[in-house]
Each structure stands twice: as structure tokens, then as C-alpha cells.
């Protein structure tokens, strides 16, 4: 048996990762490190999977004082001194009853609590850190000694590497994760998403779980794998998972009644014994193979949606209002839609606005059919929500990411602005949603290399609100179509409005086009959705609504 034995209870272990031939492993370069991970070049042997993980994360870079194996050595008499370390109480900032033991044997068992209360001792600053049990969980069965174990911990909490996003260690930063993965899943897992949205109350509360699944729920076998392209790859690895985890749930659950009277407790049960239906290999390929957004456009989302929580206030945790109750049936009132159909719309808008309620800015039937009017109404309010109901009683619409009065920015020229968040949608006569078309083809276009924090003329997607005067508060939009080498103007033609006309989805036609009476429209395929026409292609309107996102914490 090797060196790193003392904490593995065998009987529990897969011994084939024991009895491989030792290999080493020389290479360098990063390109052959993914791929080595991935193909799971050292999950076969028990010695050499330690010894990677060693020098990969001995490779991160830190900060200056990170705690080492000697301070261990130090304090942990202080801390734990003769008790029995699973009578001690572990800090808040972990979730008590989520203590993954994995293959553990009783000596590793106790060992994670007590190098759970030596990093509180060490990391004042971490206030929320589900995912911390678990790392250490793993990284024991990897480890020669208790202080070792630590070391490597504390090393991947004190990455200081701004491009290398590890383990959430605030509620912040966890929160905004959880509304990351929910608009991912919302962009990459429709069908899936639209199950959730059909049996929960609150599909957010869902998507918080997306790290217990990985860090609490899923077997060790799969875990370590996740864990070896994690330390090479980084964060976006666990959305990757994650997605892939629940496009199988939903393949082998769809169609099949609920197991338990909660979707939440159904996922929690099929990532426990995912081994019935799904290998680890598996997994990993469905993971790779989802054709995610580039990791600046994800930093761009996540960032986004940290500033809407701190906008909000919320940056410790608290009980979650019910997302899912946005839009209230006692007080949402519409010519066009339905409680039930505005609810399905508002589970396709960004999470960091399905915080807010519904707020009705331009309704024809009060204001008239005036585009002056229109823009005079919508003005100052980002994004908005544009409802059509035709004489014909067909109803479409499109989410709108960018103020209207962005529309001046090309003078008196009719130009193209908005982001990639815009999307045209039809709900009768039967529902259909068009996103932007680089989303589900992104081989059409190639991410750009420009500035993460360049400021931007396009408009900010990070206020609820009215739109941020000073431009030193307007983060370059995630998104935007800067970001992206796109094959022609076409592919990202979002929204544009002069005195004549307001048109929404350029390149071959036109999603749609309204015209200044906001009388008559027209509807046709466009490049930047890829849509089919929203309704009959020429229409005349009967009713239009615009709607705003009022946020109900400030007000």
C-alpha cells in the first residue's frame, strides 16, 4: 500500500485505482494537462492521483502569508486540544448536515472537522463556504497527514489569481453563482428548465442546490473526476457538470412521475445514485460537450448578477422571497397576458431581474398609439418587456436588454443597439422563444480578446432600475456583441427605433417591425433570432404593452 493510505477505508474504495501500474506523469503544457484530465490519465492509480494533485496545487498561485502545514501543527492542539473532534461544533459559515464522508475511514472522518475549525481559526473572512467539507473530504484520501491536507486547502482558498475563480467563500458570491447556473440552465437546458418551472414553486431555490449536487450529493468515483479537470480547468468545470447532471435527470426522469412531492429532493436523489444510469465518463462527455459561453462571458454574468444582489442587499444569507410569486395575481393586471403566462415569460428573463415585479410603463389603451409616447414612457428603464396582441388575437412579443434611449447614440440614422439577453418569443397561438442565434450556435462566431472591465457605449445590463448616469458604473455588458467576431452586422442586429419605425432583429427581414402609429407591424424570419415569423406576417395591432422590472426590496 502507498504512502497515501492512512486516511482510505478500502473496503469502501474502488481497488482497481489501487492495483494500476504507477505512471508518472511529465507533461507541462496546459493543452495536454486538459486533455489528461478529461481522459482521467491518473484516476486509475491511487499514488499517482496524489501526487498530481500535489503539484497542481502547489502551482496556484497565493496569497503572500497562506497558511502552511506548520501553522496546522501549531494551532490544532489550541483548537481541538483532547476533545472528540465530532462533538465540536463546526463554524456557520458550513452547512452541518452536508459532511460528505466518502471512502473515509474513522480517522479521515474526524479529520475533516478538525481541519474545518482550523481554517475558521485561519479565514476570518469566509462567511459562506458549502463546498469547503467536501474539498476536504476528497483531498484527505490524497494526503499523507492531516497538516498536508490543510496546506493544500488553504491554498486553494487563498488563490489570489483574479482569472482563477475556486471555491465561493461568501454568501455573495454563492448566491450570484446559484443565479449564474439558473440562467445557463434557462440558455442550455430549455427542456429541463421548462419541467422546473412547471413543478416548483421557486425554481431559484432549485438551482441553489447546483453545488450540493456536486459537492455533497454525487459519489466519490465521480467527484475526484470532476476534481481533476476542476484543478486544471477552474470554475466553469462545475457549471459544465452541473448542466450535465440535470439534462440527464431530465432524460431519464421525463415522462415519469415524481418520486418524492419535490423536484429539489428528486435531483438530490438521482446525483446520489447516478451510478444506475449515467458512468463518470459520461457525465464528463455530456459536460464538454455543452458549447458554453467563454469564461469572460460567464465572469461578465456572474459579476452582473452580484451587483444586482448587492443592490438588493442581499449579501448575507436570509430567507429567499419566492421568485416564483414575482408576478402576483392579485396585482399584476394585463389586456394581453395571463398571470400563468407572464409567469412562464418571467422564467425566461436573467435571474437578476426575476428578482423584481412586473411594472406596466406604455399601454396603448391609456396612452394612445404614439411611438413619441412609447419611447417617453420607456425611457430611463432597462431592460423592458414588449407585449403585442394582435386584432387577429395572436400575441407575441420580445425582452428587450437596452434602454431606448440608446436609439440616439446613432443621431438621426436608424442603428442597432441592445445585447445578446434580447429575445422574440410567440405565446399564441402556440408558445415559441427565439434567442440570439450565436447561443445555440456559437460556431458562427468566435469569442473576442477585448478588456474584461472596458467601458462600454453600449448600455449597462447591470441596473433594474433606471440606467446609471456616471459611465464609470457601466461594466461592459455581458453579452455584448463587441465580445464576439461575428460573421456580419446581420447576427446581432437586437433592437433600433427612429420617429418612423421600431424594429427588433435585423439581417433578411425583420423579427418585427412596428410602425409609428403603433398600428401596423410586420413579422418574418430574421438572422439575429433565426425565428419564424412571431405571428401572421402582416398584422395589425390591437393592443401593445411595455412593461419594466420594479424592484420590490428598495421600493
Known amino acids: 500500500m502507498d504512502e497515501y493510505n492512512r486516511f482510505v477505508d478500502w473496503d469502501k474504495m474502488d481497488v482497481t485505482v489501487q492495483s494500476q501500474d504507477a505512471k508518472e506523469l511529465t507533461c507541462t503544457e496546459f493543452q495536454e494537462l486538459k486533455q489528461l484530465a478529461r481522459q482521467g490519465y491518473w484516476a486509475k492509480n491511487h499514488s499517482l492521483r496524489a501526487k498530481v494533485y500535489h503539484r497542481l496545487i502547489s502551482n496556484i498561485p497565493c496569497r503572500t502569508v497562506t497558511p502552511d502545514a506548520n501553522v496546522y501543527r ?44 482550523c481554517i475558521a481559526n485561519q479565514f476570518p473572512d469566509i462567511s459562506f463556504c458549502p463546498a469547503l467539507p467536501s474539498v476536504i473530504a476528497l483531498l484527505l484520501h490524497y494526503s499523507r497527514d492531516e497538516a498536508e491536507c490543510f496546506e493544500q486547502v488553504c491554498r486553494i482558498l487563498a488563490c489570489n489569481d483574479p482569472s482563477k475563480r475556486l471555491i465561493d467563500q461568501t454568501f455573495l458570491a454563492f448566491e450570484s453563482s446559484c443565479m449564474t447556473f439558473g440562467d445557463l440552465v434557462n440558455k442550455y437546458c430549455q427542456a429541463a428548465h421548462k419541467l422546473m418551472v412547471a413543478v416548483s414553486e421557486d425554481v431559484l431555490e432549485v438551482y441553489s442546490d447546483w453545488q450540493r449536487w456536486l459537492f455533497g450529493e454525487l459519489p466519490m468515483v465521480y467527484v475526484a473526476r470532476v476534481f481533476d479537470v476542476f484543478l486544471v480547468e477552474g470554475y466553469k468545470v462545475l457549471y459544465r457538470v452541473a448542466l450535465a447532471l440535470l439534462k440527464f435527470f431530465h432524460k431519464v426522469r421525463a415522462g415519469q412521475p415524481m418520486e418524492s412531492d419535490s423536484i429539489q429532493q428528486d435531483i438530490r436523489a438521482f446525483v446520489r445514485d447516478i451510478a444506475k444510469s449515467v458512468s463518470p465518463e459520461r457525465l464528463l462527455e455530456k459536460a464538454f460537450a455543452i458549447r458554453l459561453f467563454s469564461r469572460k462571458e460567464i465572469q461578465l454574468l456572474q459579476m452582473a448578477n452580484e451587483k444586482a444582489l448587492q443592490q438588493k442587499g442581499i449579501t448575507v444569507k436570509q430567507k429567499r422571497q419566492n421568485v416564483h410569486l414575482a408576478v402576483h395575481a392579485e396585482n399584476f393586471k394585463s389586456e394581453i397576458v395571463s398571470v400563468k403566462e407572464m409567469r412562464d415569460i418571467w422564467s425566461w428573463i436573467p435571474e437578476r431581474f426575476a428578482l423584481c415585479q412586473p411594472l406596466l410603463l406604455f399601454t396603448t389603451l391609456e396612452h394612445g398609439c404614439s411611438l413619441s409616447r412609447f419611447y417617453s414612457h420607456s425611457e430611463g428603464h432597462e431592460p423592458t418587456l414588449l407585449l403585442i396582441k394582435t386584432t387577429a388575437k395572436e400575441v407575441c412579443g420580445a425582452y428587450l436588454s437596452t434602454d431606448w434611449s440608446e436609439r440616439r447614440r446613432g443621431g438621426n440614422k436608424l442603428s442597432f443597439f441592445g445585447t445578446g439577453e434580447c429575445f422574440v418569443f410567440r405565446l399564441q397561438p402556440e408558445v415559441e422563444r427565439y434567442e440570439w442565434v450565436i447561443i445555440k450556435h456559437p460556431e458562427l462566431a468566435t469569442a473576442g480578446s477585448e478588456p474584461e472591465n472596458h467601458a462600454s457605449p453600449a448600455s449597462s445590463t447591470l441596473s433594474s432600475g433606471s440606467v446609471p448616469s456616471d459611465p464609470s458604473d457601466r461594466l461592459s455588458p455581458f453579452l455584448s456583441a463587441r465580445h464576439f467576431n461575428l460573421p456580419s452586422k446581420t447576427a446581432s442586429m437586437f433592437m433600433a427605433g427612429s420617429s418612423e419605425c421600431i424594429i427588433i432583429g435585423g439581417g433578411d427581414g425583420q423579427a418585427l417591425y412596428l410602425d409609428a402609429d403603433l398600428n401596423h407591424g410586420r413579422t418574418s424570419h430574421c438572422n439575429t433570432f433565426n425565428n419564424q415569423p412571431l405571428c401572421s406576417e402582416s398584422f395589425q395591432i ?14
Open 74 to 117: 501549531d494551532i490544532i492542539v489550541k483548537i481541538v486540544g483532547k476533545r472528540n473532534s465530532s462533538s465540536l461544533p463546526l463554524p456557520e459559515f458550513v452547512d452541518n448536515s452536508l459532511v460528505p464522508t466518502y471512502c473515509l475511514n474513522a480517522e479521515g472522518i474526524g479529520a475533516v472537522r478538525k481541519i474545518i475549525l
Open 542 to 555: 390591437s393592443v401593445l404593452e411595455v412593461w419594466g422590472f420594479r424592484d420590490t426590496m428598495n421600493g
